[in-house]
């Protein structure tokens, strides 16, 4: 007589599904990271606008090298100096002649070469970016009492007029 051996198996039918379902809830529960770029708001495009000349005057030049030197005004700038260079250019509080009479003239012209780094490019772009901020909240200061942030919307817009946010970013070259 023959003895009946018990066979050890595991049913493996059920396995594939089991591993689709986890796939399926790692797909959904995962988060995947994003560049999130720069938000900036572009004018409305008019093909019937024709470009405005500016006087040399009104226009704060900054470039970045392929070497990802700073040049303000054709001169070497550590970037730690350049916020406050921005912002004393917008507000010329000494009523400079070679400066914008008043901040809504103001224009700051950013120029990159075609080699510079992307996060040097980030740098400059939100040191010019706080230099603004920093202007409107001490507007805000000065004017309402409150912090920028908390003011309402109108309030704020009356801030942004009076020091409207103007860089213009020049197509890259090779210097």
Known sequence: MKKRRLKN???AGSMADIAFLLLIFFLVTT???SDQGIMVKLPPWDPTQEPQPLADKNVFTVKVNVANDLLVEGERMNMKELKEEAKMFIMNPQHLPIMPDKP???VISLQND???RYKTYL???NELKAAYNELWEAKAQ???AVQYEDLDIAQQKDIRNAMPLIISEAEPTEF
């Open 9 to 11: 198996e595991i049913n």
């Open 31 to 33: 988060t995947i990271a």
């Open 104 to 106: 809504t003239k103001a």
């Open 114 to 116: 075609r080699g510079t």
């Open 123 to 125: 740098e400059v772009y």
């Open 142 to 144: 000065q004017q309402f």
